[in-house]
């Protein structure tokens, strides 16, 4: 049993698969900090200074009541919120992840893409009397026996 579960772990595709989870963690993270660190903060500073992470809707109050000036704030009460500003950071993150794997996927496809084969030689040629196809080779056409130059 372990020598077959060592087999199917030394499969390629298994191993790329891993690799590939490994590097899409490690993206992932990268496009967080992206998002929450360079493209939030402008973007929340031309909104009036606002951070999106803190952007909620109180459900139900906690124990001590609110208003609450953070989220942070919100869940040291106990209070149930509904965290949208959370959810349009990780809509953000998702489309710039999706870009940026649609560029990589175009990238790659287009570097392992083969060039067109040539076009053929052609074969036939058209006979001068009666414009009917003949073999390339031919000195005579089969349909009208002329003569035909090479």
Known sequence: MIKELRAFIMRGN?????????????FGAIIKSLVDDIIMPPIGMLLGN???ADLFIVLKEGTTPG???S????????????????FINTVINFIIIALALFV?????????????????A??????????????IK?????????????
Do not use: W
């Open 104 to 120: 990589v996927i175009k990238a790659a496809n287009r570097a392992t893409q083969k060039a067109p084969p040539p076009p053929a």
């Open 67 to 69: 208003p609450y000036a």
């Open 14 to 26: 298994v191993l790329d698969l891993a690799i590939a989870v490994i590097i899409g963690v490690a």
């Open 71 to 86: 989220l942070t704030a919100a869940k040291d009460a106990a209070a149930v919120t509904l965290r949208y500003g959370v």
């Open 138 to 150: 031919a000195t005579r056409c089969g349909h009208c026996t002329s003569t035909v130059p090479a």
């Open 50 to 52: 606002v951070d999106f």
């Open 122 to 135: 052609p074969t036939t040629k058209e006979c001068p009397q009666c414009a009917m196809q003949i073999p």
